[in-house]
């Protein structure tokens, strides 16, 4: 009997001594609960707080851009002569250089213009052979001087004539020497094939044709070029510092200068386009390429805080300000970002004091 009260006595005073514990813990909660439940926050707690500043921010002007290459330096190739393509010698991409074969094709047109001048050939010599001989026969008197005039007129007309069929065959780049009707094209000038419109088997119809057979541009420089709304244009002018991004390379960056404004408003975008002329040696810049063109338009005060103390919640954007000891929840309104600081447009007041680092952990916490 005694040791069964003995027992009863111990589990009673371990019950008692657990419910002790209990309320005690329910008083004092951990340091993540008061982090959570907005109590005032440790002074050697992983969240840091900074005084909201105020600084002078350069305006920049953003223009959606894109990569295209100089017109001027663009050079389409038509056939000089109606004919079917025989071949294609290079495809998009290829370099190629001044003078080297593009294409090739046949030509009734180049047999043509080849028996064109071997009658005039032949037809000039023998106007000269006559002239020559009148000539002979007047310093002899044997013939009238009117006689000898016209010899040598009709000779200057079949050399004329004989000149004209050669510039024929040299627009087709053909020799007179040769018999074939097959017509060479060589590119005038080196740069990238840019495009090709036909292909083997195909008749092409000379100068008739809207598309030329092949598009060769040099890229050595290119334009980016860039729409300025109607109401910023005042912001933007020639010879103004200008920065280009490109997506295809992401932080990367180029410095240039405004080359140019158009001219005209378009009337449909009620815009201008502005251009900026870059190098393009390692041929980084395709035409095409979408990109933005940054212009410095001045400066304006702004309210700034560290990019750390942004959180993205949803649509919005929010800071945590410190009030009373306590972090509050505040939506802001943003602007640009400038060396790892951003601007506040609305939410904040200078001198507040915001959680730049860890503020991601007061997420959840109460709201404004």
Known sequence: MKLNLGVYLFDAFAIALGVSLLLTGCNHPSQYQAKAGGEDLPADGPVRYVKVIQQTLPEALDLAAKVQADPTKIVRIFPPASGRVLSIDVKPGDHVRRGQAVASLSSADVANAQSDYAKANIEAERATRTMERQKVLVDRGAVAEKDYLDARAQADEARAELARAKQRLDMLNVSPSTTTDRVTLVSPDSGVVLDVSAAPGEFSKSLESANPLITIADLNTVWIVGD????????????????????????????????SLSGALDATTRSLKVRVVLPNRDRRFKPEMFGTIQVEAGAHPALVVPATAIVREGNATIVFVKSAGKPEQRTVTVGQTVDGNVEILTGLHARDEVAADGAELLKGGPPE
Request: net charge positive; glycine share 12%; hydrophobic share 35%.
């Open 228 to 259: 300025v709304f109607e109401k910023d244009v005042a912001k933007v002018g020639r010879g103004k510092p200008a920065t280009v991004t490109l997506q295809a390379y992401p932080g990367q960056q180029w410095s240039g200068r405004i080359d």
